[in-house]
């Protein structure tokens, strides 16, 4: 009789408890929470479709300000910055005249006319702004990285205004941004 009463009690307490009133099982009886207004003092501004881009864990290694003088800062160490500017070089099909490591100084010859790329000579007769000359790429150590400049490497036998140091920054901006920091992996290559 005691073990009945053992096993039955507790099937029981379970009946019992099963029996809920009805109060407890619909809830449009329970209170709601207010409805406050929401209100955005500080608007998010919309995403740019630049930062939906996927960006090259490269893409913070150079700076660049363009202006009357642009000038490029790569922010990396000194070995890797030259290897970047002779790839860049290399890829713009710029001839290197000389180049010295230990004091970072390129020697190209340059027409900024042609960025480095063979045109026809009709073109290159009729977009002729700039004579072929030979530019110093020098690179200097800064606080901030390495600083890329280019200047004329004979500056007395060239006129002012046919110094088209300017523009072979912009080209090696461009090269070094476009095709080796964010260069796309599908992309092939050029030949």
């Avoid at 209170?31 to 913070?60: C, F, M, R, W, Y």
């Avoid at 070995?79 to 790839?87: C, F, P, V």
């Avoid at 030979?134 to 600083?147: A, K």
Wanted: net charge negative.
């Amino acid at each position: 009789m005691l073990k009945r009463v053992r096993y039955a009690l507790p099937c029981l307490l379970l009946a019992a408890c099963g029996e809920t009133p009805e109060k407890y099982r619909d809830t449009h009886h329970l209170e709601l929470p207010p409805v406050l207004p929401i209100e955005h003092t500080n608007p998010q501004p919309a995403i740019d479709s630049d930062d939906l881009k996927p960006k090259s864990a490269l893409a913070g290694l150079m700076t660049f300000t363009d202006g009357d003088k642009p000038l490029i800062t790569l922010k990396t160490r000194e070995e890797r910055a030259w290897e970047m500017i002779a790839t860049a070089l290399k890829i713009t099909d710029i001839e290197i005249v000389d180049k010295n490591q230990q004091d970072g100084r390129f020697q190209v010859r340059y027409d900024p006319d042609t960025a480095g790329k063979d045109l026809s000579l009709i073109r290159t007769l009729l977009n002729n702004h700039y004579a072929e000359a030979e530019y110093l790429i020098t690179l200097q150590e800064q606080t901030g990285g390495i600083r890329v400049n280019a200047a004329l490497a004979k500056p007395e036998e060239m006129e002012t205004d046919e110094d088209g140091s300017a523009e072979l920054l912009r080209l090696l901006h461009k090269t070094i941004d476009e095709k080796i920091l964010n260069r796309n992996p599908q992309a092939k290559p050029e030949n």
